[in-house]
C-alpha cells in the first residue's frame, strides 16, 4: 500500500509566495517521475512541474522563472517553491508520483488528494 501526501497550500495574496510539499511512503522499491498538477475550477487539470529521478526537470511555461521543483530521493519527497504567485495561479493543486512497489510488477501513478492554494487580495 502506498500514500501520497500533499501539504501547505492556503491564501496568500498576489506576489506572495507558498512551498508546497509531498511525501510518498508505504512499500516503495523505487520511485521515478515526480509531478505536480493543478486544477483550477472549471478547467482541465494540467501539468505544472515534473523532476526525473535524475534531476531533470520541466515547467509549464506560465510557472517558469516563478515557480521552482525539486525533490529528496532519501525522503520520497517532492517541493514546489511558488513565488510572484497571480491569481490565476489559484487551484488545487496534486502531486503525482511514478513508483514501483515491492510487490509490483510494474510501475503506476499514484495521487494525493490535492491541497487548495488560493491566491487573492
Known amino acids: 500500500q502506498v500514500q501520497v501526501v500533499e501539504s501547505g497550500g492556503g491564501l496568500v495574496q498576489p506576489g506572495g509566495s507558498l512551498r508546497l510539499s509531498c511525501t510518498a511512503s508505504g512499500s516503495i522499491r523505487t520511485i521515478y517521475y515526480m509531478t505536480w498538477y493543478r486544477q483550477a475550477p472549471g478547467k482541465q487539470r494540467e501539468l505544472v512541474a515534473g523532476i526525473t529521478s535524475g534531476g531533470a526537470i520541466s515547467y509549464n511555461e506560465s510557472v517558469k522563472g516563478r515557480f521552482t521543483i525539486s525533490r529528496d530521493n532519501a525522503n520520497y519527497s517532492v517541493y514546489l517553491q511558488m513565488n510572484s504567485l497571480k491569481p490565476e495561479d489559484t487551484a488545487v493543486y496534486f502531486c503525482?508520483?511514478?513508483?514501483?512497489?515491492?510487490?509490483?510488477?510494474?510501475?503506476?501513478?499514484?495521487w494525493g488528494q490535492g491541497t487548495q492554494v488560493t491566491v487573492s487580495s
Open positions: 503525482a508520483v511514478n513508483l514501483r512497489q515491492f510487490a509490483g510488477p510494474v510501475p503506476r501513478v499514484h
